[in-house]
């Protein structure tokens, strides 16, 4: 049977997310490990939200930078195995398994992944800006919970994908119960 013109683009443009999934998920901690390790101060104060030290000149030392690293990850580390099963999902999807268990489950553990993922940003933020600030002047030190539209949004969005991902494998396993009474 001949593909139609319209699943044939849903086939092509899975199998790149599907590689752009992949990628995103390995390059995205390496950049931001890399990025603190080398990143001079300014740019990581202003990175992490930091005003830089009133009346000192601050530099952070390789162990300091090995903590905001770790503490920087940890998230982003949730968002890389969103994306991996994200990235599966979308094979499944370009090779044409649109609403099996395997693709519910993986749209599932993605969105899992980025409810954890930003749950965890809003834990780690704080912990992050206290290991950039260590090495600041007393009274200097800082911590500070954020909690905008942009985490609202992503837990909105990342509950109403698992919503979504759950009906779709109740409807399958229906349409599997239905089959086997005809």
């Known amino acids: 049977m001949k593909t139609s013109s319209h699943l044939q683009t849903v086939h092509r443009g899975s199998r790149f997310l599907a590689w752009s999934c992949l990628a995103v998920a390995i390059i995205w901690p390496l950049i931001s490990v890399g990025y603190v390790m080398m990143g001079n101060e300014a740019e990581l104060f202003s990175t992490f939200g930091v005003p830089p030290p009133v009346g000192a000149t601050v530099v952070l030392k390789a162990g300091q930078r090995l903590v905001i690293s ?65 090495r600041f002047p007393e009274g200097q030190h800082l911590a500070l919970i954020s909690f905008g539209p942009q985490q609202l949004h992503a837990l909105l969005l990342a509950g109403t994908v698992w919503v979504i991902s759950g009906t779709m494998a109740e409807a399958g396993r229906l349409a599997d119960e239905n089959a086997q009474f005809v």
């Open 70 to 134: 770790a503490l920087n990850v940890i998230p982003i580390l949730a968002a890389g195995i969103g994306l991996w099963a994200l990235s599966r999902c979308f094979r499944l999807f370009s090779a044409g398994e649109f609403f099996s268990v395997r693709t519910v489950g993986s749209l599932r553990r993605f969105s899992g992944w980025t409810f954890c993922y930003t749950a965890l940003s809003l834990i780690f933020q704080p912990l992050t800006m206290l290991a950039v600030t260590f």
